[in-house]
């Protein structure tokens, strides 16, 4: 359970940072939403592996996709995806 509010709360934070980008930033805004839409299936389906790894792909590519983010916010996202294993589902 500590996982999944640790995730949430990373999702809430890069999902706010969303409104401040600028255009630019050319594939961010796909990826975000890309990264909202796995972020929604997985967390309305925590049993389905194949909705975990999408999560897991959409958000490592929103965090390369999105510079948006402090180097801290990023290490921080990035070892909570980490810590997310879909083969426990």
């Known amino acids: 359970m500590k996982k999944v509010l640790s995730l949430l709360s ?42 975990c790894e999408a999560f897991k792909s959409t958000a490592s590519n929103y965090l390369k996709d999105c510079p948006s983010l402090t180097a801290a916010e990023v290490k921080e996202a990035n070892d909570s995806i980490k810590d997310l294993n879909c083969n426990d589902l």
Request: one cysteine or more.
């Open 10 to 51: 990373v999702i809430l934070l890069m999902s706010s940072c969303g409104s401040k980008l600028v255009d630019p930033l050319a594939g961010c805004e796909k990826s975000a939403e890309k990264f909202t839409a796995a972020a929604t299936a997985f967390f309305s389906d925590f049993t389905s592996k194949s909705k």
